[in-house]
């Protein structure tokens, strides 16, 4: 390992039956504190990869748990930031690290590398992989130039901002005073400030929408403020109606006790009671309405650009077992034109495409359970997994992993490399070991998990 000066250990990947391990060797120079590792491996925290010791005569080894997960370096190959999930991922890096005081650790034990820092792809929850053994690098100056790189070379940010945050992080990192809880802070200013910006880029992307007609958005300040008022109303019109509820029958009791009441006296407060009560479920009908109303609007709006609800979605993805189903490939290109579609849109599922140009592209052929299915394998690096918003192709079935295998050529051999899965990859009824890469030749049979498939490799024409 030379990428993080002073950490000498030599690493690999193992697995067994039900999880993914990065292993570290220890050199046998190399002292272990043991009281580090007892209290990391009895107050687990998902700040850090949960690891294990395994001692085989002289050899030492660490076993680090990253079974469903994908280190930082493949997280930034398939993401592309925005603003606040850059200040987020500086953050939790961060803040992770400053946790190091609670658990008695020593700062440099942490190894600061993207191969070695490990993100669940769901969540983008960080993990650290701490090494509970002296260390003795410039952690300061290790950080600092790990995370200049991570903003200006690593990361793929979508930076339309204008409030020039990036270069505010960068002039910091250059300077000699450098410390954990003044980045920290930074971050979270730069993140606590991001409302005014999310509001100017509410009101820019209101601005264009007017100039093509469209007027029925509200300041997310003024739909908040309605909504509380609707609810402020409706509770005073539920109070009013127990009031009149509570004076009606305590007026009659009143009556009834003091026998000064006929029975023409006490329906007469009834009645009036009645009507005041009739009264207040009519303004409580009416709020709900307008609530329903809007609510309506909306839809009909999204209607009108056919958006597929998301129950329609779940469904289209649920279909993969289909004899003739197709490929549950995405992208984004192939949205309805429109400002509004488009807007519309982001706030929903990742809608799935039907047509895809096999070209000369290898694919997967399935077989058995989902004979007929077809994975078009269209890019040098193709994901198939369960989190659609970072796969080539998503499989929509709870037994394989988020970012489950991947699919790479190079020099026109193709390769697969199980990305942590718990079921595993399997190259002719074989499992794979984790990230490693496995060559594969036509009519190779791939499993993912429980999904079987045929690698059909095309001649070129």
């Not at 509770?235 to 007026?251: G, P």
């Not at 197709?326 to 799935?352: C, I, S, W």
């Not at 000369?360 to 394998?377: C, D, S």
């Not at 192709?393 to 051999?413: C, M, P, R």
Request: aromatic share 8%; glycine share 6%.
């Amino acid at each position: 390992m030379n990428k993080d000066s002073g950490l000498s250990f030599e690493y690999g990947y193992e697995n067994d039956s039900n999880y993914s391990y990065l292993v570290l060797k220890i050199n046998d120079y190399a002292k272990l504190l043991n009281h580090q590792i007892e209290i990391i491996c009895q107050n687990p925290n998902p700040a850090f990869v949960p690891f294990h010791i395994r001692r085989e005569n002289d050899n030492t080894r660490i076993y680090y748990n990253i079974t469903s997960k994908i280190s930082l370096a493949q997280y930034l190959e398939r993401k592309t930031l925005n603003r606040k999930e850059l200040l987020d991922l500086l953050r939790n890096i961060i803040k992770n690290l400053m946790l190091h005081s609670n658990y008695l650790l020593d700062l440099s034990g942490f190894i600061i590398d993207l191969d070695f820092i490990y993100i669940n792809p769901a969540t983008a929850e960080v993990s650290l992989v701490y090494t509970p053994s002296p260390g003795g690098r410039d952690i300061m100056k290790v950080l600092s130039i790990f995370l200049k790189d991570l903003v200006v070379n690593s990361a793929n940010v979508d930076d339309d901002s204008n409030d020039n945050y990036i270069q505010r992080i960068l002039s910091y990192l250059k300077s000699d005073l450098f410390s954990l809880y003044d980045f920290n802070r930074l971050i979270v200013d730069l993140r606590n400030s991001g409302g005014l910006y999310e509001y100017r880029e509410w009101a820019a992307k209101e601005g264009s929408e007017a100039s093509i007609g469209i007027h029925n958005s509200e300041m997310p300040k003024d739909k908040a403020y309605k909504h509380n008022e609707k609810n402020r109303n409706i509770r005073s019109i539920v109070q009013l109606q127990l009031f009149i509820i509570t004076v009606a029958a305590a007026l009659c009791l009143f009556m009834v006790s003091r026998k000064t009441g006929d029975g023409i006296s006490i329906s007469g407060v009834l009645i009036i009671a009645g009507a005041l009560d009739v009264l207040a479920m009519r303004r409580i009908t009416a709020k709900v309405d307008e609530g329903t109303m809007a609510g309506k609007g909306r839809q009909e709006t999204i209607n009108q650009y056919d958006i597929p609800t998301r129950k329609e979605m779940r469904s289209n993805m649920r279909s993969h077992n289909d004899v003739q189903s197709q490929p549950r490939n995405f992208n984004k290109e192939g949205l309805r034109e429109g400002v509004l579609a488009h807007n519309a849109l982001k706030a929903y599922d990742t809608v799935m495409i039907t047509d895809i140009s096999e070209g000369n592209h290898p694919f997967l052929e399935g077989v058995g359970e989902n004979i007929g299915e077809r994975i078009i394998i269209n890019k040098d690096k193709f994901i198939i997994g369960r989190l659609d918003s970072m796969v080539d192709y998503a499989v929509q079935d709870n037994t394989i992993g988020k970012l489950h295998a991947e699919i790479s050529v190079t020099e026109g051999n193709y390769y697969v490399r199980d990305l942590n899965s718990k079921n595993g990859t399997y190259i002719n009824n074989v499992r794979i070991p984790s990230n490693k890469e496995w060559e594969i030749k036509g009519n190779d049979r791939v499993r993912l998990s429980n999904y079987e498939y045929i690698f059909r490799q095309r001649e070129v024409q």
